[in-house]
Nanobody, 126 residues
């Protein structure tokens, strides 16, 4: 069983940056595929960024490519989402997710993930 806790959300002006963290407990994340999703009010969760267990495969949503970066620190059992050049349309609740298994590809669908954090709110003002 993996427990995920996101942090780092908050209010930022357009053009600013935030770094989200996803700390895991219960299992080491080094053999898990990890992903970040976001949810707008009244919408389903949407893919943001992900990598497979060893980072050999990484994927980004078109809307965030070049602005967001997913990374991990296995020593801290934590995954990060660095978000730069934020826009008001990035305002959402952000979730991290984990999927057990040494798959070769990053997972981009919510149903591929076994574990989810509680979410952290990101608000970008114009």
């Amino acid at each position: 069983q993996v427990q995920l806790v996101e942090s780092g959300g908050g209010l930022v002006q357009a053009g600013g940056s935030l770094r989200l963290s996803c700390a895991a407990s219960g299992r080491t994340l080094s053999t898990y595929a990890m992903g970040w999703f976001r949810q707008f009010p009244g919408k389903e969760r949407a893919f943001v960024a992900a990598f497979n267990w060893n980072g050999g495969s990484t994927s980004y949503a078109v809307s965030v490519k070049g602005r967001f970066t997913i990374s991990r620190d296995n020593a801290k059992n934590t995954v990060y989402l660095q978000m730069n050049t934020l826009r008001p349309e990035d305002t959402a609740v952000y979730y991290c997710a984990a999927a057990a298994g040494r798959y070769s590809s990053a997972f981009v669908r919510t149903e591929q993930y076994n574990y989810w954090g509680q979410g952290t709110q990101v608000t970008v003002s114009s």
